[in-house]
Structure formats: structure tokens, C-alpha cells
């Protein structure tokens, strides 16, 4: 399964973040932070996604608008038949999608970077480039998503990539891009699959509606063949006739059964219908929310602009700022090494004044409280913890000893 997505250069700093793994307190809560560790990132380059994206923008033409795409992202995720295979084998069907990928989308040039995800439910790598195309007209390269990322290469890259894969590393990789995620069927064999079942369908229904070719031809010549009895409660008729009539009610059946699996079907497809319809509404109304945030974030960069303030922050206060946001929701840190980390980048953008101190002081003594909680507790659990408990438990027993005494006088 892949999927693709588009970014202004405003959404990339965050994009990083997510993809560069440069937090430990994510609002996905699938991640599981134990084993960030086995993420890697298949491009080589120096840097991040964000400082790569900077670096490719100053080599191409750029329009300079708020809403270029500058970068496209392609989420491809291990297929089904792979989650049993080894992790080296796993490497590898990445290591193949890189290539197909950067070779794809103009070279190395082009690639910001290739995380491999496997801290989340489904290992998937998320590999991100500039859309580069060359303009004839004008001898430069320039940034165009629409050309390139445009409807033909949408309906093509899911083949594209299943072929190359199977080309490249038959010995584990036999199907999986095209699979029930991507399109309604498994792949193409099953689209072919699907056909011959509906042309036999078909042939099947041709045939015995040739039964009724001439119903009432038929029954005409049955009726007017019939002898009724003398009270007009039996019949006779030749037996060619009653054959004819006999085969008719028989056909029936078999059509009756085939309407009713196609009504199932009807219906089931009816519901996924409604389901993907659901779907798109709630996606629809997310975009929403997403241009809306976007739209404030422009605002609050044109303010800043307005106010004559540097747009460009260091890696310390952006870090710093995205973990005062956490803090302001009621997101605390969950272990001694989080608040021990998060306390020091606060301090440490402190000492810079990179962030007014009104927002600052209230969650550095917070840290210093969750800090001091966590430290108590490994005390506690500790063996010297354990002899001071001890030793506590004895002073308070030996006064009500002594009162014990005194009371027995």
C-alpha cells in the first residue's frame, strides 16, 4: 500500500519533526517510543528533512507563494506477506523502494529523506522529495508538483512499483503494493478474476433466459392443449407439452438463487458505499480544520513580519516552544529521562531569552516537582531507600514501646 501527500514549505518544519522523530511526547499514540530506536533514515544526506528541503529550494526555481507544494511525501507500508519475513529481508523491500523512488523523482538531488518507521503498528517508510521538473522553455529546473505528481502518474505508480519489486527481489517479494488497501481487489490477477466470474455470470443468465425466449408462445400452446376433467379439477395434457412446462418452472429456481446472491452483493456494496461516504466527509472536514490552522499559522507569520521580528528560530526554542505547547495542554512528561530533557531545553532557552520568561517560570518549577517525584519514587524502590524506610519505622515504634512500659507500671 502507498499513499501520497503534498506540503507547503510552512508545514515541513513540522513534518520533521514527525518524520525525524525530534520528540519523544507524540500526539500519535501508536507510537511507541521503545523502539524508535530501529527507525532509520535510507538517505545518507547531512541534516534533517527541513534543512535538506532549505538547501534543494536554493539550487531550483521556486515561486515564491505560501501555497507551493514544495514537498511530496509517498508512505509506502510493508505488505502483509512480509510482516513474518526477517528484519534484514524487511530492509531490503525498503531499500528497493528507495531506489525505484529517487530514481523515479530525479536522483538524490531530489530525495529530503526515507524513514523507515517501525515504532508504529505497521512498519512504513515515509520518503519525501522535492517535485523538480525541468522547464524547456525557460533552461532551469523549477519546482512543479502539478506536473509531475499529476493524474496519469497516480494511476501508474501502484503497477509501476509492484513490477519493479517483483523484478528486483522475487526471492521475497511477490505481491503486495496492490492489495485490498489500495484498490477494491488484490491485485490484478484478481481484477481478471472478477471478469471471467461475470462473463460466466452472464452466459449462465443468457442461457437460461433463453427458456423465456417466448413465455407466453408456451403457455398459449399448453393451455390450448390441456383436457380439463369432468369436474373441472384435472387436467391432461401431451407429454411434450407437460415437459415444456415442467423445464419452464425449473428455470426458475436457479434464476431465483442468482437474483438473490446479486441482491447480497448489491447490498454489501451498498453499505461500503456508505462507509466510504462517511469516510470522505470526516476526511473532507479534517482538510478543513487543516487549511483553517494553516491559514493562523500565515497570520501569526505576517504579524511577525509586521512587527519586524526573525521568522528563523534554533532547533533549541522551536523544540522549546513545541514543549511549553504540550505542557499548556496538561501533556506531562512520562519518565525521569523525558522531565530531565525537557527541563534542561527550557532552561536552556531560559539563559538564551529566546522565550519570555511569563511562560517559562511556571513549568520549570512543574518539571522540578515532576523531577523530584520520579527521583522519590526510584528512591523508595531503591535498596538505600529500603534501609531508610526501615530505620524510620523503628524510630516511631520505639516511643510507643516506651509508652507500653510506662502504662504497665
Known sequence: MANLQKFAKGNVKGLSIHLDRKTTNHSNKEIDVTKSHLNYDLCTKDGDTNSRLNERLNQVHCLNRKDVKVCATWVVTLPESLKQKSADEQRVFFEKTYEFLTNRYGGEQNVLSANVHNDETTPHMHFAFVPVVWDEKKQYEKVSAKEILNRKELQTFHQDLDTFLKREIPEIYQEGILNGQTVDVANVKELKKFGDEIKREKENMVKDLSTFKEPKKV??????????????????????????????????????????????????????????????????????????????LFLAESLLKDRGQDLTMSDSERIGRILLDFLEQGKTPESLVDAQESYAILEENKKAGTIPMHRLERFLELLKTIIKDFLGREERFSLNGLKQHTEALERDETPKRNRDRGMSI
Request: aromatic residues 2%; glycine residues 4%.
Open 219 to 296: 403457455l398459449d400452446k399448453v393451455e390450448k392443449s390441456i383436457k380439463r376433467g369432468t369436474f373441472r379439477n384435472t387436467v391432461t395434457m401431451p407429454a411434450e407439452d407437460y415437459e415444456r412446462l415442467r423445464k419452464l418452472s425449473l428455470s426458475v429456481m436457479p434464476m431465483k438463487e442468482r437474483v438473490e446472491k446479486l441482491q447480497k452483493k448489491s447490498d454489501r456494496l451498498h453499505e461500503e458505499n456508505q462507509s466510504l461516504l462517511e469516510a470522505n466527509q470526516k476526511l473532507s472536514e479534517r482538510v478543513k480544520e487543516l487549511q483553517g490552522a494553516e491559514g493562523k
